[in-house]
């Protein structure tokens, strides 16, 4: 099984800032690796698929970027509505597997 | 407007037995993989299974295998998991999700999500 690892577990952060999440796969997972941004009490959203293509619909302040084993999603110009849980999760074998989540949370 | 609406979920003994469905609408039901995915209460999310179109592929976690069961009627555009011998840890959330594929058909992601239904395994 391909784990997946999230850093850091949580995070705190303001209004405006800039902030990055790193996924690391325990083996390659040839790109195939997407975002999802989880509020409380609701379903996941994806905001990124293939790494690095964005969503339609989401918005451009989000962004993805890695290859192989190594993934990062960045938050430029944080907005109140971005504080949420965030999970990686790779699409390349079975099982399919999450990253264990990012808890943003406003500082 | 895209829904998907599950149903089914409630209270279970362990060793009990549950069938959770999900209405699809809004979209080319028998065009889509389907998954279902859980979260148990205040963890992370747990992929359990897919299926093909027309069902004739299914992949399951091993934590589940031989005792939940996917399976879906494209004339009645609904997707359904057996659940026998529930055990503590099945207690989750359990969303009904539809996949997309990206540019190439080896890229996929989860793109619909139902609001998910809660089964509850205690004694």
């Known amino acids: 099984d391909i784990q997946m690892t999230q850093s850091p577990s949580s995070l705190s952060a303001s209004v405006g800032d800039r902030v990055t999440i790193t996924c690391r796969a325990s083996?390659?997972?040839?790109?195939?690796l997407n975002w999802y941004q989880q509020k409380p009490g609701k379903a996941p959203n994806v905001l990124i698929y293939s790494a690095s293509t964005l969503h339609g619909g989401v918005p451009s302040r989000f962004s993805g970027s890695g290859s192989g084993t190594d993934f990062t999603l960045t938050i430029s110009d944080l907005q109140p509505e971005d504080f949420a849980t965030y999970y990686c999760?790779?699409?390349?074998?079975?099982?399919?597997?999450f990253g264990q989540g990012t808890r943003l949370e406003i500082k | 407007e895209v829904q998907l609406v599950e149903s089914g979920g409630g209270l279970v003994q362990p060793g009990g037995s549950l069938r959770l469905s999900c209405a699809a609408s809004g979209f080319t039901f028998s065009s889509y993989w389907m998954s279902w995915v859980r979260q148990a209460p205040g963890k992370g999310l747990e992929w359990v299974a897919n299926i093909k179109e027309d069902g004739s592929e299914k992949y399951y976690v091993d934590s589940v295998k031989g005792r939940l069961t996917i399976s879906r009627d494209n004339a009645k555009n609904s997707l359904s998991l057996q659940m026998n011998s529930l055990r503590a840890e099945d207690a989750a959330v359990y969303y009904c999700v539809g996949i997309r594929f990206g540019e190439t058909i080896n890229h996929w992601y989860f793109d619909l999500w139902g609001r998910g239904t809660l089964v509850t395994v205690s004694s």
């Open positions: 083996q390659s997972t040839s790109g195939n």
């Open positions: 999760q790779q699409s390349y074998t079975f099982p399919i597997t």
